[in-house]
């Protein structure tokens, strides 16, 4: 059974900040570093450690992320996000007419599983996808800080660039 996981490229997490005080938070580049996705026929089997996330960058802030700010960032998701829960996703994979695979599956995150729709592109050997969900479809309140001035914004982008399984 081929599987691929962070040797083979990134998974990465886009969360983008609204609100009056957006300026002075950022939109983060997260980094999942422990993970795993297998293929057999057309199943498709994907686990994720949710305390694995590093923070790799924040993005138009008006100052740069401490290394207090990231640890900061992470405690929060781990215990007010994610709530240390695995992330899993399995589903069956079609091939389309463009080469596009769209798979039908069960995401869980934060201990909800919702039914989705994932579109994963192949090209040159890589397997490319950047989905997009709304935190608050798994019971997920996003973040609010500076009494509610700064929000992250419900809809984040999950992004995987990987080596195709068995390429």
């Known amino acids: 059974m081929p599987t691929v996981g962070p040797g083979d490229g990134p998974l990465v997490v886009k969360t983008y900040r609204e609100g009056v005080a957006a300026k002075v938070g950022h939109d983060l580049v997260i980094d999942v570093t422990e993970w795993q996705a297998s293929v057999e026929g057309n199943r498709v089997e994907f686990t994720a450690d949710p305390r694995s996330l590093r923070v790799r960058e924040g993005l138009r802030g008006v100052k740069p992320l401490s290394q207090k700010d990231r ?27 463009d080469g596009m695979l769209v798979i039908d599956g069960d995401l869980t995150l934060a201990g909800t599983k919702r ?53």
């Not at 490319?128 to 709304?134: D, E, G, M």
């Not at 996003?142 to 809809?155: F, I, N, S, T, W």
């Open 115 to 167: 039914a989705v729709l994932v579109n994963v592109g192949n090209e040159g050997g890589r397997a490319r996808t950047t989905h997009k969900i709304r935190q608050s479809e798994w019971g997920i309140k996003p973040y609010r800080g500076l009494m509610g001035a700064l929000k992250v914004r419900d809809e984040v982008e999950i992004v995987l660039d990987v080596r195709h399984p068995g390429a």
């Open 71 to 97: 640890d900061e960032i992470l405690k929060t998701i781990d215990e007010k996000v994610l709530r240390g829960k695995p992330i899993t996703f399995s589903g069956l994979a079609t091939e389309q007419d």
